[in-house]
């Protein structure tokens, strides 16, 4: 009887080792397994993820560095995880910033509900390609492992990154209309390059700055702080120009039409039109 009951605790003791380490991702360092994008299925309180009507589902990226982005539906957001405590199946985000875009208050009320529950998280788990992130209180939030389609729109292609790549020249902005420059200026134009560099004119102005470069390949259009020299002009041409920085600050994502033609826009819709420098 000595002898079953000891071999029984052992096969236990097996049993639940391997139970423990199915809800790590098959016995994977748990930091390798959170990392990458992952589109949010379930959340606390509503159950399987809707977004409300017109929206992509939200979703975050987590980098091997700790590094945290993604969005919520409304707006982008970054920030970071505490990169030693992932080793240990915990979850430690710091503060979370977010661009400050409005929308009508259901997509408002699932933002702020989703950004709580994010920042409420302390561990996690990962399970047959499903991250599970909780408290102490019980499971907050479930994603799925982003396929080869962008988040919230399914079936459609990721953008080749490339095909932004180059110099544009602006044709069209929200509010005015198709773009003339006024006599003797430049029309405003815009340089991409691979690393995300970002330059250009404004019909008065040099600017310059940083895109994403990883949001580019989902068809995001993730632009830092942007310099500009800073030399005067006549009134229509500074208004031209404040008018393209401010939609330009604004863009959020873009696409490239069959006819080559450059598309920025946010979820109020196009802001932006310029057509490839031949």
Request: net charge negative.
């Amino acid at each position: 009887m000595v002898r079953c009951a000891v071999l029984w605790l052992a096969i236990a003791a097996g049993v639940s080792w391997c139970l423990g380490c199915r809800s790590t991702g098959g016995g994977k360092d748990p930091a390798r397994s959170i990392t990458g994008e992952w589109v949010l299925g379930w959340m606390h309180g509503r159950g399987p993820d809707a977004p409300p009507e017109g929206r992509g589902h939200a979703w975050i990226r987590i980098e091997a560095d700790g590094q945290l982005r993604g969005h919520t539906g409304l707006n982008q957001l970054s920030g970071a995880v505490d990169a030693g405590a992932l080793t240990a199946a915990e979850f430690r985000p710091g503060p979370v910033a977010t661009t400050k875009m409005g929308g009508p208050p259901a997509v408002m009320e699932y933002e702020a509900e989703f950004l709580r529950l994010l920042q409420r998280s302390t561990r996690f788990r990962v399970d047959e390609g499903v991250l599970v992130l909780s408290d102490d209180s019980g499971e907050l939030l479930r994603f799925d492992r982003a396929s080869g389609e962008r988040p919230g729109s399914p079936g459609a292609p990721i953008p080749s990154t490339p095909s932004i790549h180059g110099e544009w020249i602006l044709e069209w902005m929200d509010g005015r209309g198709p773009v003339t420059a006024p006599a003797g200026r430049e029309s405003p134009r815009l340089s991409i390059a691979a690393d995300g560099g970002l330059r250009g004119w404004t019909c008065v102005n040099h600017l310059s700055g940083q895109l994403d470069a990883g949001a580019l390949k989902r068809g995001e259009f993730a632009a830092g702080p942007m310099a500009m020299t800073e030399m005067g002009a006549e009134p229509e041409a500074m208004q031209l120009e404040a008018d393209f920085a401010r939609l330009l600050g604004r863009a959020t994502r873009f696409r490239i039409d069959e006819d080559r033609t450059l598309v920025l826009s946010d979820d109020s819709g196009e802001l932006l039109r310029f057509a490839r420098k031949p």
